[in-house]
């Protein structure tokens, strides 16, 4: 692959977050970028919240052709947008902005992005029940997403019951004839919802520690052979929960995929070319 030299040509993408020193978006990006030979660099910028509204304001003025974004930023940068897509606009937060010339357009692509992870391993969600353990931001997007696949049963556990709750209220709003319930995440119940559910999606951060010894299952027996297990996290690439699954003789996969697909989904929106998306993954050898 030819690497491309910067000039005073060079188009701007970026993500905007804090922290980003761990972001594997540069190199996806930057991957795609240089396998088609487009004129850009895509770069992570370690932005506070206090500092906002001046990175944005600044991206718009070097005329970047978009940014991401990432935590703490997702629904703190909607009043400074002057439009949102259909997803963003439901689920409340944004991920990708497109930059034409004064305005700025958010789109939310980890709902879409989510549902190619799942054709990616042959997963049709239709007609079954899922679990999502934990309700931040990457849950509501993964609700929307089963939801659009019209799952017969959506369970939503957390700890803290009222942003489950939220997450339902958005659902009830959107996709009115999906059945969700809401419900305390402990073992007991998790136990009890994973008898007869087919998908179980981890969006809690537990895992992501160094040793990656946590996981939100005590007791394996709870995961039977035929529940699909899809830890949102891509850090390690295999979490304990991962190794739990497979050792109960389940599929279990990480969240990188679903990385990558929603990094595709922004770049197209910047660019108007899909992302060469299977050299992309070649980067990655635990997909």
């Known amino acids: 692959m ?9 188009g701007l993408a970026a993500l905007l977050g804090s922290p980003v020193e761990h972001s594997q978006s540069p190199l996806i990006h930057n991957t795609a970028f240089q396998y088609l030979q487009l004129p850009c660099v895509y770069l992570a910028f370690d932005v506070k919240p206090e500092n906002l509204e001046e990175a944005v304001e600044g991206l718009k003025a070097v005329n970047a052709i978009g940014f991401n974004l990432t935590m703490p930023h997702k629904q703190a940068v909607i009043p400074y947008l ?22 700025l357009t958010g789109y939310n692509t980890d709902c879409q992005g989510f549902q190619l992870s799942l054709q990616d391993v042959g997963f049709k969600a239709e007609g079954k029940k899922a679990v999502i353990a934990g309700s931040g931001g990457a849950a509501r997007s993964v609700a929307l997403a089963l939801a659009k696949e019209k799952v017969s049963q959506l369970v939503l556990l957390n700890r803290s019951l009222h942003r489950a709750e939220e997450i339902a209220e958005m659902l009830q709003e959107a996709t009115p004839e999906i059945n969700v319930k809401v419900a305390s995440l402990n073992q007991e119940n998790l136990a009890r919802e994973l008898e007869e559910a087919e998908l179980l999606v981890n969006s809690t951060p537990l895992g992501m520690d160094e040793r990656g010894s946590e996981s939100i299952v005590e007791d394996v027996s709870m995961l039977k052979p035929h529940l699909l297990v899809f830890d949102l996290l891509y850090y390690p ?41 299977e050299i992309v993954k070649k980067q990655f050898t635990s997909l």
Request: charged share 15%.
């Open 82 to 103: 002057q439009g949102l897509s259909e997803e963003a606009s439901i689920i409340g937060a944004v991920n990708t902005v497109k930059v034409e010339g004064i305005r």
């Open 2 to 10: 030819t690497t491309q030299q910067i000039t005073g040509a060079t």
């Open 237 to 277: 690439p295999r979490t304990h929960l991962m190794k739990q699954a497979e050792a109960q003789g389940c599929k279990a996969v990480n969240g990188l995929n679903m990385l990558v697909w929603q990094a595709a989904l922004a770049f197209e929106i910047w660019t108007g070319v899909p992302m060469p998306v």
